[in-house]
């Protein structure tokens, strides 16, 4: 059964960092794209980002709205993304999900599996 | 990269076949077969429902079905039943390597 448990979510000060996890297991982490997928309360789905396989070099691709300030890593041996988050602004409260991508052979898309998510909030 | 544009809400009666419409421009929609569409309940994770424009992932009803035409994709739902009435959001690669997603669009069942 393929699983997604993401955690690290908490309240943080305006211009805080936090770091998010996903622990993964259930499929060939290490063959998979990750992405990551922002909600905030109310509103729709946002794009933050993702981490590609190292087959494909580790790539990470980012929103405008975050680049330059959130990192995505992962740790293969641990079946494990993550996603680093600094410079937070209030825009950034929302809940973060993982979700598994795949791109190959003419394929290309995520959100088959999805964590339940993890609430960040960036308050003073 | 802005969000795509989806309307805000689409109804129909049960039994009646929906569209909902997803505009977007050349470098997301109109230039790769990579939209996908999204279901999601509130308080709950998104699901996957349709990928590269019109394929279903195993498990998915047959009455959702998804098309594109230019830079407008669409996704179908025929034989609308009361348990469609949720939120459905479309997404698509872009040529920055990106992903973007559209406004999100509310189902009502009449």
């Known amino acids: 059964e393929v699983q997604l448990v993401e955690s690290g979510g908490g309240l943080v000060q305006p211009g805080g960092s936090l770091k998010l996890s996903c622990a993964a297991s259930?499929?060939?982490?290490?063959?998979?794209?990750m992405h990551w997928v922002r909600q905030a309360s109310g509103k729709g789905l946002e794009w933050v980002g993702r981490i590609r396989s190292k087959a494909n070099s580790y790539a990470t691709a980012y929103a405008a709205s975050v680049k330059g300030r959130f990192t995505i890593s992962r740790d293969d041996s641990k079946n494990t993304a993550y996603l680093q988050m600094n410079s937070l602004k209030t825009e950034d409260t929302a809940l973060y999900y993982c979700t598994r991508g795949y791109c190959s052979g003419g394929s290309c898309y995520f959100g088959g599996y999805w964590g339940q998510g993890t609430l960040v909030t960036v308050s003073s | 990269q802005s969000a795509l544009t989806q309307p805000a809400s689409v109804s129909g009666s049960p039994g009646q076949s929906i569209t909902i419409s997803c505009t977007g421009t050349?470098?997301?929609?109109?230039?790769?077969?990579?939209v996908s569409w999204y279901q999601q309940h509130p308080g709950k994770a998104p699901k996957l429902m349709i990928y590269?424009?019109?394929k279903r992932p195993s498990g998915v009803s047959n009455r959702f079905s998804g098309s594109k035409s230019g830079n407008r994709a669409s996704l179908t739902i025929s034989g609308l039943q009361a348990e469609d009435e949720v939120d459905y959001y479309c997404s698509s690669y872009t040529s920055s390597s990106t992903y973007v997603f559209g406004t999100g669009t509310k189902v009502t069942v009449l």
């Open positions: 590269d424009v019109s």
């Open positions: 259930g499929f060939t982490f290490s063959g998979s794209a």
């Open positions: 050349s470098s997301d929609v109109g230039g790769y077969n990579y």
